[in-house]
């Protein structure tokens, strides 16, 4: 758990093409003790550019209705398997979860037997479906 906010940026988010999400993910799921009051998800995504054409933009995601997220994030990772898997990459999100006094821990994703996010043939990721507030960071430094 890290003390003070720093934001999306700072936090290392955005940098390269690296999918594997931020460092520090927590052992298990969200520490006993821990209340999360809101989600961060710094993301990017194509939106209009003045052009008529798209940009990648960077965004930090806020949402305080974690309630769906944490029972997501509670639930236990299946063991691995030795069957051939599906022969795709998806990549870790760069989630944090917020207490009131603005500490931060990245939690655990729960996996399935290939290692990949429970759910993730689903059309949404979980952590994609909880309401979030964007703050439009600008566009994306790095490709």
Known sequence: ??????????????VGDDFSGP????VG???EGFVARSAVLCS????????DGQVLTELE???TAVG???TYLARPSEEP???PCPAIGIG??????LDASGRYLVPAIPTDACGLPLGWSDERQAWETVPYADRVLGPSRHR
């Open 1 to 14: 758990m890290r003390d003070a906010w720093p934001g999306c940026v700072a936090a290392g988010a955005f």
């Open 61 to 63: 995601r806020t949402s």
């Open 68 to 70: 769906p997220l944490l």
């Open 23 to 26: 460092p520090g993910a927590v």
């Open 81 to 83: 398997t030795d069957d």
């Open 92 to 97: 870790r999100p760069w989630l944090f979860l």
């Open 44 to 51: 990017r995504e194509e939106r209009p550019d003045a052009q």
């Open 29 to 31: 799921s969200v520490p």
